[in-house]
């Protein structure tokens, strides 16, 4: 449904980064990259079709548990508003823990792989979310959301995320307080030190104001990955991470160390080893 309503959109938008590129006489993208992206998008799409009925019938079981029942407390148009909220808040909670814990930033990095920022980026999403997104977002009807109305907003949530990929459009004066604009959303992506692991809202960025990890956008922003990838293929993207968690497996002196290589954030080394560049910090 996502992809159904949200392709034509994105098409429009690089259309628009198109004109603007001309005009300006500036480069947004570049065939390399933006074929890379198509890749990721593919094994996304396809992941997101085999785990399809596994997310709803999750959720639908989840439901059976809700603590609230929303839809009968709540009018409908607060439902709604409440909804966006509490998804975005879960989305921050999933996003926050994709560039903390390894295992979840070797799924998550491939996103951040591309140098250029423009709207296409927003589908270079990683062939393994869909089935790792599952335990956060199934949380949501324990709350009290009725799955469809997830769906739904979810929806939106995602077509909104599209629009902050994208370096034509400035900061937006007042909407920087509570929203997650380009602005807010290219920070995200950032590699400068002060960028890293920064704005994780997805629509809502007083989130980040509120839990501390809120950064604006105060110098050009450099894009990509702090150790850069150098490649674009999809395999590769997905892959390069797992392969050095499981290097490091094969150094671990004890099970806790095995835990940490695998659930620790990016980087982590024993005390007694010199560390590593960390990603986020996103190596």
Known sequence: MVYLVGLPVV??????E???????RVRYYRWDDTLGTVGMLAGNIAMGAATKSLFFGCMVFTYQYRVFDLHAILPPWLLFFVALFLLDLMFYVWHRASHRVRFLWAIHLSHHSSEEMNFAVAFRQPVLAPLFKIPFFSVLPILGLDPTIIVVV??????WGVVGHTQIVPKLGIAEWFLNTPSAHRVHHGINRQYVDKNYANMFIFIDRLLGTYQPEMEPVRFGLITQ????????????????IWRDLKT????????????????WRPRCLVPTQTQGQRS
Do not use: D, Q
């Open 252 to 267: 671990a002196r004890s099970f806790g160390e095995m835990v940490l290589y695998v659930c620790g954030p990016p980087g």
């Open 154 to 159: 979810g929806t939106i949530s995602t077509l």
């Open 229 to 244: 990838a150098n490649t674009h293929s999809p395999i590769t993207l997905t892959s390069m991470e797992w392969v050095k």
């Open 18 to 24: 198109a004109l603007v590129m001309v005009l300006k």
């Open 11 to 16: 098409f429009a938008l690089i259309g628009i």
